[in-house]
């Protein structure tokens, strides 16, 4: 279950003229736009490829489009654990344009990230909040997420 993708990569949302769909490498330079914006500049060459090798692992990423580059993205993985019968998806991105925001566009990324986690054979997502993100953890509350304790990283790679 943890590796099943969500059949087709079907259109998941429309409303008012904004799509919801899976990303595909011909939307990076958009998206590269979109994520500079946000102070996380990526190349569109390597963006591309990363979107390309996401669709054969155990995640997605979706879009919000409107008439032109994307207005948001939501990207997540799934993994199984001990602890649940079903894999978890992981809230990984996500991110709406800095004028595109209040206008519900972060609500449809995140019920769309449930649909296909759901279509994946997931049983819960989890995102990040950081305690210095006050509107996110708002944000996190409102579209149904309850707090879950803290996480932590670990770098894989030698520190030189």
Known sequence: MAGRQPPGD????????LEIRAATPADAPGLATLLAEAGQPIDPRALAERLAGLRHESGTALLAVQWG??????VLGW????REARPTALVTTLLVGVEDRRRGIGRLLVK?????????GCGQMEITAPDDAPHLQGFCTATGFAPAGTRFLRSLRKQG
Not at 69 to 74: A, C, E, F, R, Y
Not at 112 to 120: F, I, K, P
């Open 79 to 82: 993994y199984p654990t001990l």
């Open 112 to 120: 769309a990230a449930a649909q296909a986690a759901r279509l994946a």
């Open 69 to 74: 580059p994307p207005s948001g993205i939501v």
């Open 10 to 17: 079907p259109k998941l949302t429309s409303r008012h003229g």
